[in-house]
């Protein structure tokens, strides 16, 4: 709902995604296609489904925390027209790439598009995209990945992401910014979400989405993953999400 043109808090029941569904419709419970602008990410999530997908199908075996732009999708012009965009979906917003994210937000915008950004945000990162894309609110949802509470978790899967608090604070500023919000906790690296969503909620103003972790063993493995701590915990958390 929105008034006087910026969107209004509301409470929204959240919304769990079944690994099913997710793994039959993925990305398009979003928007209807994607848009990326290099090959690999710095954050190296172990669990990435985009670098087992690239070592699986694709057989690349290069550094996935060194990312290669993709050229042709950095000069590509977007025609007028319908349909959401989730940008991006196979890597993240960080000051590496901030500039050229950038350039692509607009030249969607511009277009006419609808988007959906997808991001572990970078508070500084976020503060730039808000104010840059102020003029472009009505199209854009701003989704946050926010996966564990705690930092130690997050440390472990995500070793170069940034930390809770710097997530909340960005989702509070993109909130108070008066952009549309959303927040999605996926994959669930807790063992409930409940932590998450108590923090989260009062900044949300679409909706929140939750799910675990999909085909976790076989993306440790095609990631290069070989520490067993990580293959038994992962182990620990989904047996106890399958059974409480």
């Not at 569904?21 to 928007?31: L, N, P, V």
């Not at 190296?44 to 985009?50: D, I, K, L, S, V």
């Not at 050229?100 to 511009?110: G, P």
């Not at 182990?235 to 059974?243: A, C, G, R």
Request: charged share 25%; hydrophobic share 35%.
């Amino acid at each position: 709902m929105k008034k006087n043109g910026k969107p209004q808090r509301r409470k929204l029941k959240t919304k769990r995604s079944q690994s099913k569904k997710k793994s039959s419709f993925g990305t398009k419970q979003f928007a209807e296609s994607t848009f990326n602008i290099q090959t690999g990410c710095e954050y190296g999530c172990y669990y990435c489904f985009a670098c087992a997908n690239a070592v699986g199908r694709f057989h690349r075996i290069d550094d996935w925390t060194a990312p290669v732009f993709h050229l042709k999708n950095v000069k590509k012009s977007f025609r007028k027209g319908s349909g959401r965009v989730m940008f991006p979906s196979s890597h993240d917003i960080t000051p590496h790439n901030l500039d050229v994210c950038l350039a692509t937000l607009r030249k969607l915008l511009d277009a006419g598009r609808e988007v959906v950004l997808v991001t572990k945000p970078n508070y500084v990162c976020v503060e730039i995209l808000t104010h840059n894309l102020a003029d472009y609110k009505d199209q854009l949802i701003l989704r946050f990945t926010i996966t564990s509470y705690d930092d130690e978790t997050t440390r472990v899967w995500e070793p170069h992401a940034p930390l809770f608090g710097e997530r909340l604070q960005s989702l509070r500023h993109a909130f108070v910014a008066g952009f549309t919000t959303s927040v999605l906790i996926e994959p669930l690296l807790d063992v409930e979400p409940y932590a998450i969503v108590a923090e989260v909620d009062p900044y949300v103003n679409q909706n929140i989405w939750i799910g675990r972790m999909n085909h976790g063993r076989s993306r440790l493995t095609l990631n290069g993953v070989t520490d067993e701590f990580l293959f038994d915990l992962h182990d620990e958390v989904l047996e106890y999400q399958s059974f409480h």
